[in-house]
């Protein structure tokens, strides 16, 4: 069955390294986007893409890179991380063109030190 | 920025209750409403979802219901069960870009 997968689920690091959470989907999806879930916000948009080599920042980008070198793949990179981005982190993937479901991930569960 | 609007922050109904949950959007060039259902450790799932020509859906014990001139949109759950308790998330987005902007959640808790 097709799926969506994010690793790692759990991860700590520290403040200052440079991490990487993956994304994965089987579905063929063109586009994929990363959030992140905190208490009294929701989900927030963080980037996003509509295909191979596009990418686009969405409402919280500051500190976050993504990039897409094939149609499965979403990695998010913090490439220096604060304590700020002590957070839940859902990938999702979807179709192209409106009103198409976003299948989302598990998760990742990040926590800075 | 606010796009969407959600309430109430959290929910506490009997078992055979109806859960009512509400959002208020300000961009009128939304036309995709959908809701989504998450559980403790997984990720949100959609649950119904809806457009603005159309002032009902109905899915089962779930109904959305849309007022596109008050620009707001709710969650109807009949007969709640112990077994929808999850948080509830609206959103809502506009045109092919299917980028989703989601309300702050719901927490709902059914009692038995």
């Known amino acids: 069955d097709a799926e969506i997968t994010q690793s790692p689920r759990h991860k700590i690091t520290e403040t200052g390294r440079q991490v990487t959470l993956a994304c994965h989907q089987t579905w063929n999806h063109n586009n994929m986007f990363w959030y992140r879930q905190d208490l009294g916000h929701g989900l927030r948009l963080i980037h996003y893409s509509y295909g191979v080599q596009d990418t686009n920042k969405g409402e919280v980008s500051d500190g976050y890179s993504v990039s897409r070198s094939n149609t499965e793949d979403l990695p998010l990179t913090l490439e220096s991380a604060a304590s700020s981005q002590t957070s839940v982190y859902f990938c999702?993937?979807?179709?192209?063109?409106?009103?198409?479901?976003?299948?989302f991930g598990p998760g990742t569960r990040l926590t800075v030190l | 920025q606010q796009q969407v609007k959600q309430s109430p922050q959290s929910l506490i109904v009997q078992k055979g209750g109806i859960s009512i949950i509400n959002c208020a959007y300000e961009n009128t060039a939304f036309d995709y409403f959908p809701w989504y259902q998450q559980f403790p450790g997984k990720g949100p799932a959609l649950l119904i979802a809806?457009?603005?020509?159309?002032s009902e859906k109905k899915e089962g014990r779930f109904t959305i219901s849309f007022n596109k001139s008050a620009k707001q949109f709710s969650l109807h759950i009949m007969d709640s069960q112990p077994g929808d308790s999850a948080t509830y998330f609206c959103a809502a987005s506009s045109g092919a870009t299917n980028k989703l902007i989601f309300g702050t959640g719901t927490l709902l808790a059914v009692q038995p």
């Open positions: 999702a993937s979807s179709h192209a063109g409106l009103g198409n479901e976003q299948f």
């Open positions: 809806i457009r603005p020509d159309v």
